[in-house]
């Protein structure tokens, strides 16, 4: 069964009908893996961050410069 997060309330769901699909995170195949979600997310912000900044000094950018 897929387990989804719920964003806005911060609990595991198991029907993805339940809540508006734009608060929810998922599937996962498991409800730990659901309820670990925002933690998971935060940590492949983080390594992407790092990358992006590694790959700034890299080229001679500033890695804090606002690329947008």
């Known amino acids: 069964m897929p387990y989804w997060f719920n964003v806005d309330t911060r609990q595991v769901e198991e029907d993805e009908n339940t809540s508006r699909k734009e608060h929810l995170m998922g599937p996962y195949e498991t409800r730990q893996d659901a309820e670990q ?16 900044r590694r790959r700034a000094e890299e080229d001679g950018r500033d890695p804090d410069e606002d690329r947008w």
Not at 37 to 52: M, N
């Open 37 to 52: 979600a925002l933690d998971k997310a935060a940590s492949r912000t983080e390594a992407w961050d790092e990358e992006d």
